[in-house]
């Protein structure tokens, strides 16, 4: 059992310099401090915009996507020879519907799949708001509002009014509140809207919602589905994507190809969709590794300087050590045990420093400038960071004390002990 | 008697600064008990060749042989093991751990090899602890010691593991002459008792009164 006594070594000379210990681990604390918060800050962004969008975006969107497939050409059949070639140039789509056909059946369908939570019918075109003399361009929805809120929790996003509003007036519109501010409309007032193919109508507002992207609140409103059949012209049937929401996420890639190949429509899945939203998070991930690594390298070499400059001034201990019959590892032992220590102990404060300056910034009110509706800084509070910056901040600490304990066990006792 | 400590023809060069022959053929035997002195002026080679015994040092050509093990081109670890068990050290300049009181000193030896608990192992530093005189101050950090009382402590120490040699550099080298006969009268005790001392020293005294001198010049014994 010799641990105990190079342990109990190692515990003197660390309690002997206390000022140096402690300054050799809040260089550890602060590196184990700024991860934390980092990490705690970036992650809270990231899964901050990550609900954003995942609020406006089904886990399967399947929609009707304009043909650009052209390698079928009637020219073909008009010039009846197999020796001709046929080039035809800037070809343009042929006139078709990009509403979804037999779209009630293939509802029914995909809601008998057991992996799905929601099914809902869309229909959706461009419109102009008409204020005053000028226009303003917007998004209308036409949804079965009740499925609509049940997909996207619509209910928590209401400003004013309510979701059931739209049910109980036929001309009723649920207006994002930024689009309504640009109209200078409240609810109960009417709006006059136009659509792409000439058709007007006037619609009162029943209620507004805000999801906390201006993209969205600033163009997009929601109004029954029949509304935008009758102002597009459309039977009743018609409908242009149906969003799908799911039990669970992960089997949205699977199942969208799956819908793609049954039912002869493209479907998108939520990871397509937000894949620039998915791509940013991984570049803010790959910063905060870097900038703590980086504080935790500095910190190690403050433990590395330290550590040499205890070793030669406990050269002469090191020797009578070995004279009396301490192996190289032994001294290893004692030396290595003071920077893990000072790793330990630096790494513990950190996450606990970490942790008060993490709920510090949660508690920071956002500067608001519009482009995004939060009131306080999003920060997540995750236990595996934490469990993650004890093991860092103890692994650095041994690295950075390897390097002197073992240039401390090679120390020749002679040449110290003959003075 | 039987001998506990034989070499044969070790050689040892310095490489440093220039290439240097410091010891030369060294054949030497020492018995079972023997308190041996080694005398000669500086630069003879007397502490080289005390290291080379002492297994510290193990850059060297030729034989040496321990209480009949051949410690020559034994591993570091096996010769800290050794050291550990089999011979004691006494420095000039008594080099205690100053951050340590002298019982934990004293002790610190016998945790390293492990063999008692550390209740038999403090009843033992204790007891090494009286017979050099230095019972009282136990528990006293061992940089409040004087130099004198630090020296005994280092004996004491050195006896921790009842090692069969206990090897001596100027042991007396800083000591007033008080201190020195203390030292001494130790030593003789010791050798009484079966212990071996081999002992470097300048002290003409100190040496005269020892069992055994052996004297160096350039790197050769002489007597």
Request: positive net charge.
């Amino acid at each position: 059992m010799t641990l105990p006594v190079n342990l109990n070594i190692a515990k003197r000379h660390l309690l002997s310099r206390k000022k140096q210990s402690i300054v050799a681990m809040l260089g550890v604390t602060f590196g184990i401090a700024m991860f934390i918060l980092m990490i705690s800050f970036m992650k809270g962004v990231n899964k901050f915009l990550e609900e954003t969008m995942l609020s406006m975006t089904p886990d399967i969107h399947l929609f009707n996507d304009i043909k650009t497939d052209y390698s079928n050409s009637i020219t073909k059949e008009y010039l009846n020879d197999s020796n001709k070639l046929a080039v035809v140039r800037h070809p343009r789509p042929k006139e078709s519907s990009s509403g979804i056909k037999n779209a009630p059946n293939i509802m029914n369908d995909i809601r008998k799949d057991p992996n799905v939570l929601a099914v809902a019918p869309m229909l959706t075109t461009q419109a102009f708001f008409n204020y005053g003399a000028v226009q303003i361009n917007g998004v209308i929805n036409g949804v079965d509002i009740l499925e609509e809120a049940r997909l996207y929790g619509l209910k928590e996003k209401i400003v004013d009014g309510r979701v059931e509003n739209l049910l109980t007036s036929d001309n009723g519109i649920i207006m994002g509140v930024g689009l309504a501010d640009k109209l200078n409309v409240r609810m109960g007032d009417m709006v006059t809207l136009a659509t792409p193919k000439g058709t007007s109508t006037r619609l009162r507002i029943v209620a507004t919602f805000q999801m906390g992207m201006a993209a969205i609140d600033n163009s997009k409103s929601y109004v029954n589905i029949s509304t935008v059949q009758q102002l597009l012209g459309k039977d009743k049937s018609y409908v242009t994507d149906i969003n799908v929401k799911l039990k669970d996420k992960k089997v949205a890639h699977l199942l969208a190809q799956d819908y793609a190949l049954k039912y002869g429509y493209k479907a998108d899945d939520w990871e397509l969709t937000n894949a620039s939203v998915q791509s940013s998070n991984v570049v803010r991930d790959v910063l905060t590794y870097v900038v703590s690594a980086t504080m935790l390298i500095v910190a190690g070499f403050g433990i590395y300087n330290i550590m040499n400059m205890l070793i030669s001034n406990k050269l002469k201990d090191i020797a009578i050590l070995k004279a009396q019959g301490f192996a190289r590892k032994d001294i290893i032992q004692i030396f290595l045990a003071q920077s893990t220590t000072i790793g330990f102990f630096g790494a513990l404060t950190g996450i606990l420093l970490g942790f008060l300056l993490s709920y510090g910034l949660s508690r920071v009110p956002f500067p608001n400038q519009g482009m995004i509706s939060l009131k306080f800084f999003p920060v997540i509070f995750e236990p595996l960071h934490y469990i993650f910056g004890v093991i860092f901040g103890v692994s650095t600490t041994f690295v950075a004390g390897l390097m002197p304990s073992i240039k401390a066990s090679k120390i020749d006792p002679v040449e110290i002990l003959r003075g | 008697m039987a001998e506990i400590l034989k070499t044969y023809k070790v050689n040892k060069y310095f490489t440093e600064p220039e290439k240097f022959h410091v010891i030369k053929d060294i054949d030497m035997s020492i018995h079972t008990s023997e308190f041996v002195s080694i005398v000669g002026k500086s630069g003879c080679g007397k502490s080289t060749l005390l290291y080379l015994l002492s297994t510290l040092d193990t850059n060297y050509e030729g034989r040496i042989e321990i209480n009949n093990t051949v410690v020559t081109g034994l591993s570091q670890n096996e010769l800290a093991k050794f050291r550990n068990e089999n011979i004691g050290f006494i420095f000039q300049f008594h080099f205690l751990l100053p951050e340590f009181t002298a019982l934990e000193n004293v002790m610190l030896p016998a945790l390293k090899r492990g063999k008692f608990s550390k209740e038999e192992i403090e009843a033992m530093a204790m007891e090494k602890l009286g017979s050099v005189q230095m019972r009282d101050f136990a528990m006293k950090p061992s940089g409040k010691l004087s130099g004198g009382q630090q020296q005994r402590v280092a004996v004491a120490r050195a006896l921790i593991n009842n090692p069969k040699i206990i090897m001596a550099d100027e042991p007396t080298g800083n000591l007033d002459s008080v201190n020195t006969g203390l030292v001494f009268d130790i030593f003789k005790e010791l050798a009484a008792k079966g212990n071996t001392i081999i002992a470097v020293t300048h002290d003409n005294d100190f040496a005269g009164k020892s069992d055994r001198i052996i004297e160096m010049k350039d790197g050769e014994i002489v007597r």
